[in-house]
């Protein structure tokens, strides 16, 4: 059966880092697309980054140049590095696969961690 | 960036009733639009992606269709358990949600 489960998620305060994981069974990421997915307490959904399975990657404008995305192949595993944290930036965080025949969907979704920036 | 603008925000209807949802884009987004459930404290279930092609395991009672920027998610009868917001989602530029709609069950 295919899982997502995420770790990682903490009280951080503004300005910090924190470094999210997603391990995944049941398939190899290495052969997906992947992307972070994350939802503000009460908001709607917003996407973060993608890993394509090639290796390049894509950001939202909201945290290009402060979020980095990495994928660990031997531990069949995605990252999400946060660092110069907002407020805003306060959210449940999910890891989700992308279909694979067009990759335009997201058809396996982790439970999500949440990441809380505050002092 | 495109947005993707749903209505109605909220509906309210009993079970056996249809449900019609809809998701219109500010540009087209050709075919790529997936519609997704989520209920309080879980993550979203893909329900319907490429407009109109139901997500494994998901019941016969879902249906999309549409194109370019006009899209509908149809709950034919509704069950109790299908109470819950559903986002419409696009990916011909980046990938981008809809607000969402709640759909509650009388």
């Known amino acids: 059966e295919v899982h997502l489960v995420e770790s990682g998620g903490r009280l951080v305060q503004p300005a910090g880092s924190v470094r999210l994981s997603c391990a995944a069974s049941?398939?190899?990421?290495?052969?997906?697309?992947m992307s972070w997915v994350r939802q503000a307490p009460g908001k709607g959904l917003e996407w973060v980054s993608v890993?394509?399975?090639?290796?390049?990657?894509q950001y939202a404008d909201s945290v290009r140049g402060r979020f980095t995305i990495a994928r660990d192949n031997s531990e069949n595993t995605l990252h999400l590095q946060l660092n110069a944290l907002r407020a805003e930036d306060t959210a449940v965080y999910y890891c989700?696969?992308?279909?694979?025949?067009?990759?335009?969907?997201?058809?396996?979704w982790g439970q999500g961690t949440m990441v809380t920036v505050s002092s | 960036e495109i947005v993707l603008t749903q209505s109605p925000a909220t509906v309210s209807l009993s079970p056996g009733q249809r449900a019609t949802l809809s998701c219109r884009a500010s540009?087209?987004?050709?075919?790529?639009l997936a519609w997704y459930q989520q209920k309080p404290g879980q993550a979203p279930r893909l329900l319907i992606y490429?407009?109109?092609n139901r997500a494994a395991g998901i019941p016969a009672r879902f249906s999309g269709s549409g194109s370019g920027t006009d899209f509908t998610l149809t709950i034919s009868s509704l069950e109790p358990e299908d109470s819950a917001v559903y986002y419409c989602?696009?990916?011909?530029?980046?990938?981008?949600f809809g607000q969402g709609t709640k759909v509650e069950i009388k």
């Open positions: 490429d407009t109109s």
């Open positions: 890993k394509y399975s090639g290796g390049s990657t």
């Open positions: 989700a696969r992308h279909t694979q025949v067009s990759a335009s969907a997201f058809d396996v």
């Open positions: 540009q087209s987004v050709s075919s790529y």
């Open positions: 049941g398939f190899t990421v290495s052969n997906y697309d």
């Open positions: 989602q696009q990916r011909s530029n980046w990938w981008t």
